[in-house]
């Protein structure tokens, strides 16, 4: 039996699932000045920041191991300084095995 190896690396990701689900979820939720409970990103960072962040700045090293048992998704902390609205410098990002983004949102550390 075959053991499957994601690499988050540009080359890897599903792009048009990452921009669909940035506009759909990740904008509604956690972008500046928006109603919905949750971190949010900072009040310069829009949709395209996002998405040009995560493209540029996702990485096999900053993948930290775990891996969620329900969906499969791998967990990645990734540096950005000043991307929180409350002074957090980096994100929390879920991706999927496929490529996809499962979740991103600003945290005040690893």
């Known amino acids: 039996m075959g053991i499957l190896v994601h690499n ?3 080359e890897d990701l599903n792009y048009n699932q990452i921009r669909e689900r ?9 972008g500046f000045g ?5 971190t949010k990103f900072a009040e310069n960072i829009d949709q395209q920041d996002i998405f040009q ?3 540029e700045k996702i990485s096999p ?3 930290t191991g775990v ?3 329900v969906t ?3 967990e990645h902390i990734i540096p950005w300084p000043g991307v929180g609205a409350n002074g957090e410098n980096f994100v ?4 999927t095995p496929q490529g996809g983004l499962g979740g991103i949102w600003p945290i005040g550390g690893p």
Do not use: F, Q
């Open 8 to 10: 988050c690396g540009s």
């Open 22 to 30: 940035i506009d759909s979820h990740t904008w509604p939720t956690h």
């Open 34 to 38: 928006k109603e919905a409970e949750g």
């Open 53 to 55: 962040g995560l493209v």
């Open 61 to 63: 090293d900053n993948e």
């Open 67 to 69: 891996i969620d048992d």
């Open 72 to 74: 499969g998704n791998h």
């Open 92 to 95: 929390r990002v879920w991706m």
